[in-house]
């Protein structure tokens, strides 16, 4: 069956880095899209960013530029590096996969802080 576990949640202050992992099991990972998402206390859960097959990443324009998305087909996981992060990038970070249907991972917290 279809796993994504995430991880690397932290606090931080702002300006600081953080990367987060996300581990897939069940699925021939290379040959899906892989997305992040967040969800922020009292809003709706929103598109961080997405790397494709051949390594193609979109980002929300909130944080292009500052946040990366890559991939590990060797080791099945997916990352999102964040760097200056700000106070409203607290959120729960949460794995995405379409395989046949939408698969979340259970989320890791980020939380920043001044």
């Known amino acids: 069956q279809v796993q994504l576990v995430e991880s690397g949640g932290d606090l931080v202050q702002p300006g600081g880095s953080l990367k987060l992992s996300c581990a897939a099991s069940?699925?021939?990972?290379?040959?899906?899209?892989m997305t992040w998402y967040r969800q922020a206390p009292g809003k709706e859960r929103e598109l961080v960013a997405t790397i494709t097959t051949t390594g193609r990443s979109t980002y929300a324009d909130s944080v292009k530029g500052r946040f990366t998305i890559s991939r590990d087909n060797a080791k099945n996981t997916v990352y999102l590096q964040m760097n200056s992060l700000k106070t409203e990038d607290t959120a729960v970070y949460y794995c995405r996969a379409y395989v046949g249907r939408i698969y979340w991972g259970q989320g890791t917290q980020v939380t920043v802080f001044s």
């Open positions: 069940g699925f021939t990972f290379s040959s899906y899209a």
